[in-house]
């Protein structure tokens, strides 16, 4: 990877480590489930109205949609709503790297030199420093139910990295439009509809201000800037290669938490994430070790998606 794109791929870590915020800001006002679909809507319906679909397979779209956008979001709003702190959560959930990395190399068939393996071994030891101090503060149902929302993001990330799309920020957009309905449908039936109509209730006081702010942020810059970026540098390399740049958010979501909601950060977490950064410069080749890109074995087939007029 050059220095320009390394330096992408922080500043997506720093965009997605302070969506944790906005996220706590706006579940302070609307329900879960809800808010992934309204979320989602919102850039959905501009983005059917004017931009092309991309030129991917149907089922690499769908499936990035599905992991990316319905399973991770669905899961991760669901654990910090149940009391997952805002911190630990942007921890746990990049239990994503080591899950794109394990997808990688079983279904891509990407090799992985001994920098990788030793930056993503590095990272995962600083997670598991941070996750040992954080865990106490959190209860085993919103724990697992953020695990499952990494692996969500894992599968998106495979199906990205097949898609391969020549225009990225079009898959992202169109990303968007999957997980509206299966989140409608499911907000209706568990959270109802008189529960949903409450949320619209006092959005002109500091709460519902305060979450409109962080609605738009998860969607103009956690969404469009930082998915987009990211999507732009999976078509770019190995999953591998890019996965654990997102090893970085956890360092950017405890400090937030910390700096903004008052939670706890001990000297142990800060060397912790001290660790993480080194685990993903080592991983990524910014330390030397890694200059080559690892590469797949075996490219995936090129496919083509039909034409507009077979559509």
């Known amino acids: 990877m050059t220095t320009r794109e390394r330096l992408l791929g922080l500043l997506v870590a720093v965009l997605w480590g302070l969506n944790f915020l906005a996220i706590h800001l706006s579940l302070e006002q609307f329900p879960p489930f809800f808010l992934v679909a309204l979320r989602f809507a919102l850039l959905a319906v501009p983005t059917i ?61 990407e090799r992985l030199d001994r920098a990788q393996v030793l930056g993503i071994l590095l990272a995962v030891a600083g997670l598991t420093v941070i996750g040992a101090q954080q865990l106490g503060t959190a209860a085993l149902g919103p724990f697992l139910l953020t695990l499952l929302g990494a692996l969500g993001w894992a599968l998106g990330n495979v199906s990205s990295r097949l898609a391969r ?8 957009l169109w990303m968007s439009v999957v997980p509206v309905l299966p989140m409608l449908a499911t907000s209706l039936w568990v959270e109802g509809p008189d529960r949903i109509a409450q949320s619209f209730v006092g ?4 709460t519902g201000l305060l979450a409109i702010a962080g609605l738009a942020y998860t969607i103009l810059l956690g969404t469009v800037v930082g998915s987009g970026l990211w999507t732009w540098l999976l078509s770019r390399h190995p999953a591998a290669r890019v996965a654990p740049f997102s090893m970085l958010v956890p360092v ?18 800060i060397a912790g994430a001290g660790v993480v950064v080194a685990g993903v ?31």
């Open 49 to 109: 109205l004017l931009v092309p679909r991309p030129d991917v397979p149907l089922r690499w779209l769908l499936g990035y949609g599905l992991g990316f956008g319905t399973l991770q979001f669905l899961f991760l709003y669901w654990a910090m709503a149940a009391g997952m702190p805002t911190g630990l959560a942007s921890l746990v959930l990049q239990a994503s790297a080591p899950f794109t990395v394990l997808l990688g190399a079983t279904l891509l068939r």
């Open 165 to 172: 799309p020549s225009k990225p920020l079009h898959l992202t």
């Open 203 to 206: 959005l002109e006081t500091a």
């Open 252 to 269: 950017v979501g405890l400090l937030t938490a910390w700096v903004v909601l008052g939670e706890t950060l001990t000297a142990v977490e």
């Open 281 to 311: 410069l080592l991983g990524s080749g910014a330390l030397g070790g890694g200059s080559r890109a690892a590469r797949p074995v075996a490219e995936p087939p090129t496919e083509r998606a039909p034409s507009p007029a077979a559509r």
